[in-house]
């Protein structure tokens, strides 16, 4: 059974910094591609970034420079570093795989930057 749980978000203000976690219960982890998402209110849901099994990154223009997917294939885990956090960051995270995300998503991490 796929089970993601994301944590690590919360308040913070702009230009502020919060690291977020991943814990991927997955079959053949190490291979997936794993993307972090996120959905703000009253908006779709959208792609931040992703990594590949081999540690190759990817990142939407909005988030280049101010944030960093990583992974750790031994804990089954990825994370996203976000440094320099504008208002419009703020959303509800995700973690999930890429390009085809499982369909049970976790609850998500919420992340608020307050101007």
């Known amino acids: 059974q796929v089970q993601l749980v994301e944590s690590g978000g919360g308040l913070v203000q702009a230009g502020g910094s919060l690291r977020l976690s991943c814990a991927a219960s997955?079959?053949?982890?190490?291979?997936?591609?794993m993307g972090w998402y996120r959905q703000a209110p009253g908006k779709q849901r959208e792609m931040v970034a992703r990594?590949?099994?081999?540690?190759?990154?990817i990142y939407e223009e909005f988030v280049k420079g101010r944030f960093t997917i990583s992974r750790d294939n031994a804990k089954n885990s990825v994370y996203l570093q976000m440094n320099s956090l504008k208002s419009e960051d703020t959303a509800v995270y995700y973690c999930?795989?890429?390009?085809?995300?499982?369909?049970?998503w976790g609850q998500g991490t919420q992340v608020t930057v307050s101007s």
């Open positions: 990594i590949n099994g081999g540690g190759d990154t």
């Open positions: 999930n795989t890429y390009p085809v995300p499982r369909a049970h």
């Open positions: 997955i079959s053949m982890f190490s291979l997936s591609t």
